[in-house]
Structures are given as structure tokens and as C-alpha cells.
């Protein structure tokens, strides 16, 4: 069973920056795409960006400007520079890579990481 690695996660003041990182434990065939969500207490989880094999990206409005997603899908690793961090940016994030087993297109989801933005 593949499992997505992260790490980077934490606590930073607002203003600062922390860098995500994700990476498969081993090869996902079909990938198509890879980025990351987020889910604060009582909220649903949200997309933040997202990075096709293509290179195509995608950003949440609320961050557009401040973080920066990249990554070697074909090493299955993402990255997620978050810069001028705000509180409301509190929340687990956790990584996800979209790929197709043959049949269907399918997700595989990490386990979270904390960010903590204080004021």
C-alpha cells in the first residue's frame, strides 16, 4: 500500500513561512496530479493547490500570491512554499496524489501535518 509521506508542518508567527513536503513511499503508476488540502477545526476539508503532471497548477483564492506548489510527479514529490502566513491559515494539511489504477481514477491521501499560524 503506497503511503504519502509529509513533513515541514509547525508553528510560525504570522508574517513567516514554512515549506511542506510530501513524497510516495514508492512509485504510483498514472499519476495525473498531486497537491495538497486543508482542514481547520469544524471546517471541511478545502484544496489548497494542486500540480498536474503537465505542470499545470491551481490555487486556492485565498492563498494565490503567497503560497507556491511544485514538485517531480514523476518522483512522486510535492512541495508547498507558504509565505506571508496568516492565522486563518491554521490547519492540518494533508498531501494527495490522483492517479488511475486502470479502471477509475482513485486518490491516495497522507496522513496530515500541523501548521499553526499564531497573530
Known amino acids: 500500500q503506497v503511503q504519502l509521506v509529509e513533513s515541514g508542518g509547525g508553528l510560525v508567527q504570522a508574517g513567516g513561512s514554512l515549506r511542506l513536503s510530501c513524497a510516495a513511499s514508492e512509485n504510483i503508476v498514472s499519476i495525473y496530479a498531486m497537491g495538497w488540502y486543508r482542514q481547520a477545526p469544524g471546517k471541511q476539508r478545502d484544496l489548497v493547490a494542486t500540480?498536474?503532471?503537465?505542470?499545470?497548477?491551481n490555487y486556492a483564492e485565498s492563498v494565490k500570491g503567497r503560497f507556491t506548489i511544485s514538485g517531480d510527479l514523476a518522483k512522486n514529490t510535492v512541495f508547498l512554499q507558504m509565505n506571508s502566513l496568516k492565522p486563518e491559515d491554521t490547519a492540518v494539511y494533508y498531501c494527495?496524489?490522483?492517479?488511475?489504477?486502470?479502471?477509475?481514477?482513485?486518490?491516495?491521501w497522507g496522513q496530515g501535518t500541523q501548521v499553526t499560524v499564531s497573530s
Open positions: 494527495y496524489a490522483h492517479y488511475n489504477n486502470g479502471f477509475t481514477y482513485k486518490n491516495y
Open positions: 500540480i498536474t503532471s503537465r505542470g499545470s497548477t
